[in-house]
């Protein structure tokens, strides 16, 4: 899973490989949805985690409803502007479909879909993914912290 190639939001290139020996929970993103809200409970969790090997890497998509139609640009600006998202966020990306990006098939696992904007994995130091969360799961969820604690151990 670490030499999957990751292009970021600012046009950075590189690989899942960066994250090698910390925790990461991996959202599928939206800006125009009803769970867009949880960016708040995403960067509360990256400030409370993020000096233990947490990261989160929020990747942006619009295959659910058209609700992430913005650029790149415009996507981290509304990330940083309205909810002061410091987590790094890929470019827009594909989650299902025949241009799924690589990442989610080893997230998910072949054939099966994401269901909707902010589902969640996290990924083990080791690459390995341990959980998956539903949208609904809130990122103040006592289950998800715990997961990550546990991650982090």
Not at 17 to 42: E, H, I, M, P
Not at 86 to 104: I, Q, S
Not at 112 to 126: Q, S
Request: glycine share 12%; proline share 5%.
């Amino acid at each position: 899973m670490h030499s999957i190639p990751l292009s970021l939001n600012d046009g950075t290139e590189t690989d899942f490989g960066r994250f090698a020996g910390k925790a990461v929970l991996v959202v599928n993103v939206a800006s125009a949805c009803g769970f867009t809200r949880q960016y708040d409970g995403l960067e509360a969790l990256y400030t409370r985690f993020k000096d233990r090997g947490f990261e989160i890497l929020g990747v942006p998509c619009n295959q659910f409803g058209g609700q992430e139609p913005g650029t790149d640009e415009e996507i981290g600006e509304f990330c940083r502007r309205n909810f002061g998202v410091t987590f790094p966020l890929t470019a827009k990306t594909d989650v299902n479909g025949a241009d799924r990006h690589p990442l989610y098939a080893a997230l998910a696992g072949a054939g099966e879909p994401i269901e909707w904007n902010f589902e969640k994995f996290l990924v083990g130091p080791d690459g390995a993914v341990l959980v998956r969360f539903a949208s609904k799961v809130e990122p103040e969820a006592a289950e998800l912290a715990t997961a990550i604690e546990s991650a982090l151990a």
